[in-house]
């Protein structure tokens, strides 16, 4: 089957041409690989251009503040989540009152889960709460035992303690299910006769030309993108929707989209609305944007269980600074924000504007020492690890067993 035109205008590749290559070098963004030459990272307007997604600007942004009648969350407002599709028509469904619901998932691949992995969670609780919609989330076992070297029993494992830092996120038992691949599929004939008719929906020609697969690629590689569309389709969870066809909402990261772009394909050859998606830009390493966190080097990123007295090293030590090399250098020429990485975490998670903007300015003018700037991530990053990891502990086996439980949510179709 081939793609309808519009289609073709999303399935714009990853990666690049041979042309583009000749003539710049760009960004390489895929499900798994995230490659940036730049010091200030993925250059993200370009990847809007190259995705065929749309940036999220001040028009709807203004539009959602007075559809909702609440602030947006800062990381709207300061272009964490930067690009979306079909934003607009959401909005447009919670002015007619219609129902729609919510979309994320995490794959499973270590137990050592950082403040990046927190965005798309903390985004998805603040939807959850500022729509009243159900949110499923799914956790991709399969996923990581396909693309890692990890057993079985190690994913089914894995998944269960990432479901409690999630659940640790704070959210509405009556209206979240967080499920796993090996689980859920057992579990829902419905999930899996999605999944298949997803799977007759894609060509292999296809799948190779929107993730880069190749003839040597295990065929649970070729066949994986089908599980991770089926929950875009609301009978995959009759236990919630019953077999009503409801509008999806995916807040993700950027490198999720090829998923989607696949599922918009799809999903309205088989009778749904195509998801829409809001798309946030990739939590930098410690050691700067061109760098990569790794559960396997703990001096990349600040972890879920790292002590106070971690994290203040961790951020001395390794946090790249955009600062001068010398005190009156610095005071002279002043900091590069776009570059210094605790600044850039500042941006994720000092929920002050006002704060934020001062800091920008002293840093930036020299007024800020490099040290003072460390201090501050320090002083606001040490509080919300600490109060997670209280919320965390008090997440029981019998809370797992409840949100992972397929039943009713608080959903009322109108
Ligand atoms: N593939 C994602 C990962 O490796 C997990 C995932 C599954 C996901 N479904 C999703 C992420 C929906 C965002 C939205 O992390």
């Known amino acids: 089957m081939s793609l309808g035109l519009e289609n073709n205008l999303e399935n714009a590749t990853n990666r690049l041409s041979l042309t583009d290559c000749q003539e710049e070098e760009s960004d390489i963004v895929d499900p798994w690989n995230v490659q940036s030459r730049s010091q200030t990272g993925v250059d993200y307007d370009k990847l809007v251009e190259r995705f065929g997604s749309s940036k999220i600007d001040e028009e ?104 409690k830092d999630i659940i640790a996120c704070g959210f509405d038992p009556e209206n979240t299910f967080i499920f796993s691949d090996f689980t859920f599929i057992g579990q829902c004939p419905q999930f899996y006769q999605n999944i298949v008719r997803i799977q007759k929906s894609v060509t292999f020609n296809q799948v190779k030309g929107i993730f880069g697969f190749g003839d040597s690629d295990v065929i649970g590689k070729i066949s994986f993108p089908a599980i991770q569309a089926a929950p875009c389709l609301s009978t995959s969870f009759p236990f919630i929707f019953g077999d009503k066809k409801i509008h999806c909402l995916i807040p993700c990261a950027i490198d999720q989209d090829p998923y989607f772009r696949m599922t918009r394909d799809v999903a309205p ?75 850039q975490y500042l941006k994720f998670f000092l929920e002050d504007d006002e704060k934020l903007k001062q800091i920008k300015q002293d840093y930036t003018s020299g007024a800020m020492l490099t040290g003072e700037l460390k201090k501050l991530l320090i002083d606001t990053v040490t509080p919300i690890v600490q109060e997670h990891q209280q919320r965390r502990a008090a997440v029981t086996e019998e809370t797992v067993d409840k949100f992972m439980t397929p039943r009713p949510l608080r959903f009322n179709s109108k």
């Open 60 to 163: 709807l942004l203004t539009r959602w503040k007075k559809v909702t009648g609440k602030d947006v969350h800062p990381l709207l407002r300061r272009g964490i989540f930067f690009s979306h599709r079909d934003m607009h028509t959401i909005l447009n469904l919670k002015e007619q009152g219609k129902p729609f619901y919510l979309y994320t998932g995490r794959g499973p691949s270590s137990d050592a889960m950082h403040l990046g992995h927190l965005i798309p969670f903390i985004v998805s609780k603040w939807l959850q709460d500022t729509f009243d919609v159900p949110l499923v989330i799914q956790l991709t076992d399969d996923e990581k035992f396909l693309w890692k070297d990890l057993k079985v029993e190690q994913v089914i494992k894995l998944a269960r303690e990432n479901a």
């Open 269 to 343: 050859r088989l009778g749904f609305s195509k998801p829409a998606l809001l798309h946030s830009v990739f939590f930098p390493a410690l050691q700067g944007a061109q760098t990569k966190m790794s559960a396997s080097d703990a001096n990349t990123a600040i972890f879920l269980t790292d002590t106070p007295k971690q994290i203040k090293n961790k951020v001395n030590k390794h946090a790249f600074s955009g600062g001068q090399a010398t005190v009156e250098e610095h005071r002279e020429k002043g900091g590069d924000c776009n570059v210094d990485i605790s600044y």
